[in-house]
């Protein structure tokens, strides 16, 4: 039976190199998976007002579209085109880590891969995308205050 040990390497921020990371409580956590789960779902489910809801009034949603939509009523319209022209899609995310903002435990600094699957006709691979967001406390829950991302080359 394999036997593993767990590494005493500390993680830092944006992955292995810079400032040391600070993880994250075991309830943030959650509460941010379970956001991104509802986010997701919002998008999918073409729900512009839940899906904009996700974001401060002043949120910005960067690379994964050209027009880098900036605020509630420009979020608003990222679900309702999502469905047009390349039809109905999946977001997945996973991978994700957490770590506060320094000290300051009210913003979180979240890395995942947000994978999109396309399901008009056969099901298919669509895009991966690398996301870092920016999320606020909110009252008792997060918002999205920026989210930046890099869209991988997509399957040939």
């Not at 991966?128 to 967001?133: D, M, N």
Request: aromatic share 12%; proline share 6%.
């Amino acid at each position: 039976m394999a036997s593993y040990q767990v590494s005493n390497h500390t993680p830092r921020r944006g992955g292995m190199t810079g400032e040391r990371a600070m993880p994250v409580s075991t309830d943030d956590y959650v509460a941010v998976a379970d956001f991104y789960a509802r986010y997701n779902w919002a998008v999918d489910e073409g729900d512009a007002d839940g899906w904009a809801q996700c974001f401060t009034e002043d949120g910005e949603f960067l690379g994964a579209i050209p027009d880098n939509p900036t605020g509630h009523e420009q979020l608003r319209q990222v679900p309702i085109a999502s469905g047009k022209p390349s039809g109905p899609m999946r977001h997945m995310a996973v991978n994700l880590f957490c770590d506060y903002d320094g000290a300051d435990k009210d913003t979180i600094i979240a890395k995942f891969y947000n994978a999109v699957s396309y399901w008009e006709g056969e099901g298919k691979w669509f895009v991966t995308a690398l996301v870092t967001a920016r999320l606020v406390r909110t009252g008792n829950s997060w918002r999205i205050r920026r989210a930046d991302n890099i869209m991988l080359p997509r399957p040939a």
